[in-house]
């Protein structure tokens, strides 16, 4: 059983950034894909960012090119590094990692852009 606690959220004004960051209760081993997801008010959960344990990241259209996700095997944290923020950007932030024993979620943190 694996835990994850999301920590980085908060307010940020519009062009800002914010990096998140994802702590594992243990090391992330074998295969695996690490992902970020966001839930705003009366919208479904979405995909932001994955990477997966050989490196393959995928991103949203809409956060190509300002958000980075980094992580890797063998660590117990990955990260998202969101520049450019605006305030659609605004959401409940959730890390999940899947594994072959399955696959965990964070409880979330906010994230509030707004002037």
């Known amino acids: 059983h694996v835990q994850l606690v999301e920590s980085g959220g908060g307010w940020m004004q519009p062009g800002g950034s914010l990096r998140l960051s994802c702590a594992a209760s243990?090391?992330?081993?074998?295969?695996?894909?690490m992902s970020w997801y966001r839930q705003a008010p009366g919208k479904r959960r979405e995909l932001v960012a994955s990477?997966?344990?050989?490196?393959?990241?995928n991103y949203a259209d809409s956060v190509q090119g300002r958000f980075t996700i980094s992580g890797a095997i063998g660590k117990d944290a990955f990260h998202l590094q969101m520049n450019n923020l605006t305030p659609e950007d605004t959401a409940v932030y959730y890390c999940s990692v899947s594994l072959i024993a399955g696959e965990y979620w964070g409880q979330g943190t906010q994230v509030t852009v707004s002037s």
């Open positions: 243990t090391t992330i081993l074998g295969p695996t894909v």
């Open positions: 990477i997966t344990g050989r490196g393959t990241i």
